[in-house]
């Protein structure tokens, strides 16, 4: 692809964009900054909440818009405006009541436009997540009330990719299950990934997907990295986002994003 072919670039954060330390590198912000400048829209594809996701972007200044929750919302950094895709609340229920009847080790966490909450035994990882910090701002499981972004379930003696794979034929509804290298599983609608909020974007900017380059390096960017016209797998990336890709290049510790996009912006 030459620079004139290419519309947007959506980019996961950890792993992809952020280097090994969750932050955007000095290199990488310039490259972003030049892209913007070019005409290029440059979007955040991430499963972060938009907590932790927009001051990680701040220093950017250039990138204004963020895929959040795998997909379950789109938020303007410069309006504040959100645009969420929640989960059925009728599946919300299900969900909870058919893994709780098969196995009450499981612990859950949920992510609402009304704040987050969890379970007592998620009480530890919580503690520690940027996305959810010490306070449960919803401490009851999420009613139809509540427009739920995100659902995440974790298990005592079962995780990540196994988890995944143990969960998706328990499941009533046909939710999105993912993982993303984290301790837990991460359920948004059905439907609903970041190729989907992409999607929508696109839609409302005149954009085709073939114009749209995506770069990722774990499970829940395999759907965009499929999607897109051209999709980027790191070179740290998981065998399932490697697989969706077209082609895998070098690693976030060596701010391989940037060379791409400097590379791009070179080509005539």
Avoid at 13 to 37: E, K, Y
Avoid at 45 to 71: K, Y
Avoid at 161 to 188: C, I, K, M, W, Y
Wanted: proline share 4%; net charge negative.
């Amino acid at each position: 692809m030459t620079r004139s072919d290419v519309r947007l670039i959506a980019s996961d954060l950890d792993g992809t964009l952020f280097g090994p330390n969750h932050l955007l590198s000095p290199r990488t912000i310039t490259a972003v900054q030049h892209a913007v400048a070019a005409g290029i829209h440059v979007v955040a594809a991430t499963g972060r909440s938009t907590t932790s996701a927009v001051p990680r972007l701040r220093p950017a200044e250039v990138i204004t818009t963020a895929v959040c929750s795998n997909g379950s919302l789109i938020h303007d950094m410069l309006s504040g405006a959100t645009t969420r895709f929640p989960i059925d609340p009728a599946h919300v229920d299900r969900f909870f009541a058919a893994l709780t009847d098969i196995d009450d080790r499981y612990a859950f966490c949920w992510e609402t436009d009304h704040g987050n909450g969890w379970d007592a035994s998620f009480d530890d990882i919580a503690s520690m997540h940027e996305d959810l910090g010490d306070e449960c701002g919803l401490p009851t499981r999420p009613t139809a009330a509540h427009h739920t972004t995100k659902l995440m379930v974790r298990h005592p003696e079962i995780t990540q990719e196994a988890l995944r794979e143990h969960l998706v034929p328990l499941l009533v509804d046909p939710l999105t299950v993912s993982t993303s290298g984290v301790q837990f599983v991460e359920v948004t609608g059905e439907g609903i990934t970041k190729a989907s909020a992409l999607a929508h974007l696109c839609s409302d900017w005149g954009i085709d997907r073939a114009q749209v380059i995506a770069f990722g390096d774990n499970h829940n960017d395999a759907a965009m990295l499929a999607w897109a016209g051209h999709g980027v797998a790191m070179g740290n990336a998981s065998s399932q986002a490697i697989a969706a890709a077209d082609e895998v290049i070098g690693t976030n510790a060596d701010d391989a994003v940037a060379v791409f996009i400097e590379s791009l912006l070179a080509r005539n």
